[in-house]
Nanobody, 115 residues
């Protein structure tokens, strides 16, 4: 069983920055690949970035060069640093992992980019 809790969302102006956190509870966080997804209103949930257990990161084309995913295994926490935010980044952001054939999601944190 894994529990994921996101934090750090909010309202920011275009060009601004936010850092999201995902705190995980449960066994063996260090061996679990993690990911951030987002879902804009009326749209399907999409993968934003993922990080392997070795810290290797992959990004969607829409955020590469602006977002940075990282993990701190000693704190059972994953981060998403979001810079140069755009209005099209407005969405609910979700933390995700798969562990022992089960999918786990956080409750989501809202990010709104608007002037």
């Amino acid at each position: 069983q894994v529990t994921l809790v996101e934090s750090g969302g909010g309202l920011v102006q275009p060009g601004g920055s936010l850092r999201l956190s995902c705190a995980a509870s449960g066994p063996r966080f260090a061996v679990i690949p993690m990911a951030w997804y987002r879902q804009a209103e009326g749209m399907q949930r999409e993968l934003v970035a993922k990080v392997s257990t070795l810290g290797h990161a992959q990004y969607s084309d829409s955020v590469v060069g602006r977002f940075t995913i990282s993990r701190e295994d000693a704190k059972n926490t994953m981060y998403l640093q979001m810079d140069n935010l755009k209005p099209e980044d407005t969405a609910t952001y979700y933390c995700h992992c798969s562990y022992q054939f089960n999918d786990y999601w956080g409750q989501g944190t809202q990010v709104t980019v608007s002037s």
